[in-house]
DNA sequence: ACAAATTTTTAGCTTTGCCTAAATTTTAAT
DNA sequence: ATTAAAATTTAGGCAAAGCTAAAAATTTGT
């Protein structure tokens, strides 16, 4: 494969799971920045290697052979996303132009081996899910802090206040985007919460809980 | 810089590097597996570009510039290197392959951030210096572990016996090709070395440390 | 239903990096 | 000093991936 078609079938598969039906040749152009005449020529030459079904004007999806190609490549994506960010302090919204090249290294052992090294991670960066090497995934869902159950770990990836105070908050605790959370337990009492976030221990009030989202694993 | 262009850059730098003159239009083509006049085509493209100083059947030499760009690769080649032994559990032949890859990804931030991840290693697992960010690099030089000062650290990188009871001993002592390996102290009565290995110190006869070459830098 | 608008495809051309075959220059041998 | 051998370059082409302009198919609006 190279790289050109990894990324489009990368792009076929992203515009896939939204619709329903097939993917159009100018959703492709657009996010490939390209124009429809190329999208058509690279089209031709997926459906001749059995990557995707394509009828002429009728769009594309992938085939199970494509779809095996694109979570590998999207598990690739996250797993580097992960790295940079847990690893070499790269910060939430820095990490996908360089994941983007990382994902087209061609390494089975290099994959296992980061998977391995960052401890199995089940999400990225964004909160979204990183397959497994046989291609599963599970879904993910967005909950506010304080919904999240005892013993969930998720990513935090929006907050339902965005007052100066509250921000301020975030930051005086070094809470950011991104950072993963876990829930330790809950007191019954005030419904405030004890969480690990980069290795430490913190005890936050309902308050705050309940004005931050994070993303956790079904 | 197109791939290709950095890989070209790359070969004749190393090539540049043993002989005094320039470098042969077939040498290249030999290391990059392709044809003498496919090398013709990109030295002219190179030549253009500033990087390769170039006078028709005269071979070839690098430019400041081209030299700048050669360590740049050579920097991040060795420093990919370093992070998939001491990080993913690669041994010493396996990571060149991958690293050829890997050199290739464009993030200045990336490299740095790896560099400090590593803590700035000096040298690659196969013994070679590694450029700092500002083209400067150490020699390096290969002596017998008894003869390395205390405190200094290198890398394992040969053997003088090769005899069966040795390997074993090396091999029951986990010590392998592309180890990183301190001399602690010396004791004077009988030469043993106290050494550092994968963070753990053991003691090794005179006999064990004059058959072994590390690379350390001078 | 059918003309207009939109989408998609085709045809033909460009660039990059490579190739083969032939021409040219340099090097080596007698 | 010539000539043979080796190295290098030129010329002309090819495949990948893109582009523009024009043709064809589909969708939409009334």
Redesign the interface.
């Known amino acids: 494969m190279t790289l050109s078609e990894e990324d489009y079938i990368k792009i076929i598969y992203h515009l896939g799971k939204g619709d329903l039906g097939s993917v159009s040749t100018n959703s492709i152009a657009e996010r490939m920045e390209t124009k429809p005449s190329s999208v058509t020529d690279m089209i031709k030459k997926l459906s001749e290697k059995g990557l995707v079904n394509y009828k002429k004007y009728q769009g594309v999806t992938l085939s199970e052979y494509g779809l095996k190609t694109a979570l590998s490549i999207v598990r690739k994506h996250r797993l580097w996303e992960v790295f ?1 960010v847990e ?4 910060s939430w919204d ?1 990490v996908h ?2 994941a983007e ?2 994902e087209h ?3 089975e ?2 994959v296992d ?2 998977d ?2 960052l401890g199995f991670p089940q999400i990225d960066p964004h909160g979204d899910p990183i397959p497994s090497k046989d291609g599963e995934f599970k879904k993910s869902i967005k909950r506010l802090l304080n919904e999240v159950p005892i013993g969930k770990e998720g990513i935090c990836v929006g907050v339902k206040d965005s007052s100066p105070p509250f921000l301020k908050f975030l930051d005086k605790n070094k809470i950011a985007l991104g950072d993963s959370i876990s829930v330790i337990d809950k007191e019954e009492f005030d419904g405030s919460l004890h969480i690990k976030i980069r290795e430490v221990d913190i005890h936050i009030s309902d308050q705050i809980a309940s004005n931050l989202y994070l993303r956790i694993i079904e």
């Not at 690893?87 to 790269?90: A, R």
């Open positions: 940079l690893k070499l302090e790269f820095e132009e360089v090249q990382l290294i061609k390494s052992k290099l081996m980061l391995k090294h």
